[in-house]
């Protein structure tokens, strides 16, 4: 079979569940990723059996990234898996912000709280070089997918701990850079997302009690009173629905606090400091 015609199967079996723009986003990043291949129409491809079998799993609504095993985030791949967010364009905003806002050079000590596949710390311990960064997890088995990201990208370079962000937490350092994109979707948005993440991404990373949806940042808030030091920055990733809210509870306890918003013009984003 040719990719021509792989393509045309893709969009026959799968024009009842995406829309064509995401077949065709699909599609690509199969080719590219599963198959290591660029588009070239008259390529000929072996191993039907198997990408029938892939097909099948897109039909079920599995993320592209759980049948590839990785993710494009920022500048690398990153291995992902059922217990990990996949990580979202969203969240490359917010390295950014920070890349931004520091300069690549200082020695800065960094946490990432919630850190899922790694990608955050990841990210900036490849851009601030002299940065100690560490990341925090609830999740073993997120923990131990970040860690195989961070020895295939930045040689280990990262300081993992496993702990319950909702219980006190004492760590011996102190940080002057606090990252989170906490779990933030209240269950009422449930009916607004996709099935591929419903069904498939950890509820564990998403999900909040509707009566307290900004548990995770009162969490992220006590951290810091402990945690970050003088003069350090906290950066956020946060709902969308819920800026003001968001601010006003830093508002209590830092001088400054900002919500900005994303490329879609959506606030995603908090720096507190
Ligand atoms: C929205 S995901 C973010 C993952 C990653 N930082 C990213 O941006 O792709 C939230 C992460 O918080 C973790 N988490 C959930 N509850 C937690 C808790 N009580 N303590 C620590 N981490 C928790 C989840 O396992 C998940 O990895």
Do not use: W
Not at 145 to 155: C, G, H, R, S
């Amino acid at each position: 079979m040719t990719l021509a015609e792989l393509k045309q199967i893709f969009i026959s079996k799968l024009e009842k569940c995406y829309d064509k723009n995401e077949i065709e986003q699909l599609f690509l990043i199969y080719i590219e990723d599963k198959l290591n291949l660029t588009f070239n129409p008259s390529f000929v491809i072996e191993n039907e059996e198997n990408i029938e079998k892939d097909i099948l799993l897109l039909q079920e609504y599995k993320p592209i990234q759980h049948i590839t095993g990785k993710a494009f985030f920022y500048d690398d791949f990153f291995k992902v898996s059922q217990h990990t967010l996949i990580p979202r364009p969203e969240t490359e905003e917010l390295i950014e912000l920070i890349r931004n806002n520091h300069s690549e050079n200082d020695t800065l000590s960094i946490i990432d709280l919630g850190t899922g596949s790694g990608c955050i710390p990841i990210s900036l311990k490849k851009i601030f070089r002299n940065a100690n960064v560490a990341a925090l997890d609830i999740s073993n088995e997120a923990l131990q997918i970040a860690k195989e990201n961070a020895k295939n990208i930045v040689n280990n370079e990262i300081t993992f701990y496993e702990n319950d962000l909702l219980k006190d937490i004492n760590l011996a350092e102190k940080f002057d850079i606090i990252i989170s994109n906490p779990p933030y979707i209240r269950n009422l948005e449930k009916q607004e997302m996709h099935k591929n993440v419903l069904e498939h991404e950890p509820h564990l990373a998403l999900f909040v009690d509707d009566n307290d949806p900004l548990v995770f940042y009162k969490r992220v808030i006590e951290f810091a009173k402990n945690h970050l030091n003088k003069n350090g920055f906290v950066y956020c990733e946060i709902n969308q629905y819920l800026p003001e809210e968001t601010k006003e509870l830093f508002d209590e306890h830092f001088r400054n606090v900002e919500v900005i918003k994303d490329i879609s013009g959506n606030y995603r984003m908090l720096i507190a400091n």
